[in-house]
């Protein structure tokens, strides 16, 4: 009997072990549940102005990832999501990033236009941060696009989040996994992006979205998120999973699109860390603007 418990135990732990390292491997889902954080109060100052010191470097370094610098890999454009809400330090330490990195910021916020203009004053490029309506009950913001609106209505209230920073160069949806695959409202959001000289990356909430057959129609190029970067969270072992998906996009002409969130310093901290990591192996971040010129036509 004792024996028998002894081999069951040993199964046990190699399933455990077997687990944990699959967990590090595979890639992350391609549709993520809708993003809704409370942003952090909590703004500690930096002592260092650069961003990589202080920052444990080792698990993501010691890993043995299945790609290297030599392989064919597209160039990455990071956006982070959901500024409007922090401010003060933590605002401008987000800011301090790499210059390719783009801001997406919601409309209607306390530092909408604050954080317009510092990423402005920085170099950052902006995207309107659109809110839509989700499936199930979350908040997507004070005004929002809804399944069902009228093109009119849509092309007002855009042009309404643009006012707000009109130095922005793209929009992504916030939310949006029932708007944006309703193909009428992504249509009319589409033309009234064109008509500001806009393009559109879709966050990719749903796997049902109407984007791509609304912009083949209409002849537009439009972009897509492939890796939320900070879900199901900001550990180490999280990084190294996305580090290694990414070997999946080797020979792909379009460049890798990465979105994360800014409403914590664990939140930077990762960024920080994953583009660390990720300019060591050889990869190079472009802004989104470069994005849209190295997209391929529409279909």
């Known amino acids: ?14 399933f455990l072990a077997a687990c944990k390292g699959k967990s590090a491997k595979d890639g992350p889902e391609e549709y993520s549940p809708e993003y809704q954080e409370t942003p952090s109060t909590e703004e500690p100052a930096q002592n260092d102005s650069s961003r990589h010191s202080g920052l444990d470097l080792k698990e993501l370094k010691a890993y043995q990832y299945n790609w290297s610098e030599s392989d064919d890999l597209p ?11 922090i401010s003060s330090q ?9 210059q390719e990195v783009a801001f997406a910021i919601l409309p209607d916020l306390p530092n909408t236009q604050a954080a317009a203009r510092l990423a402005d004053k920085t170099g950052h490029e902006v995207l309107i941060h659109v809110p839509m ?8 913001g004070k005004r929002y696009i809804k399944k069902g609106m009228e093109a009119a209505e849509i092309a007002d209230l855009l042009q309404e989040f643009y006012s707000q920073m009109p130095n922005a160069i793209a929009a992504n949806n916030h939310m949006g996994s029932a708007a944006t695959a309703d193909y009428s409202v992504m249509q009319a959001v589409l033309e009234e992006l064109h008509e500001l000289g806009l393009f559109f990356l879709d966050s990719a909430t749903t796997n049902k979205s109407a984007v791509p057959s609304a912009a083949s129609a209409l002849g537009y ?14 550990s180490d072992a999280t990084l190294i999973g996305k580090i290694q998906s990414l070997g999946k996009y080797k020979g792909r002409n379009e460049p890798i699109v990465i979105i994360t969130h800014c409403h914590t310093r664990e939140k930077l901290n990762a960024l920080n860390k994953f583009i660390a990591q990720i300019s060591d192996m050889g990869l190079k971040l472009i802004p989104p603007s470069k ?7 529409p279909a």
């Open 1 to 14: 009997m004792e024996k028998t418990v002894s081999i069951l135990l040993l199964i046990a732990l190699m």
């Open 75 to 85: 160039p990455l454009v990071i956006v982070i999501d959901d500024f409007g809400q």
């Open 90 to 98: 933590l605002l401008e330490d987000f800011a301090a990033l790499p």
């Open 133 to 140: 309506q989700p499936l199930g009950n979350d908040n997507p």
């Open 221 to 234: 190029k439009t972009a897509k998120r492939d890796i939320f970067l900070d879900v199901p969270d900001n």
């Open 291 to 297: 994005l849209y010129k190295k997209l391929s036509p």
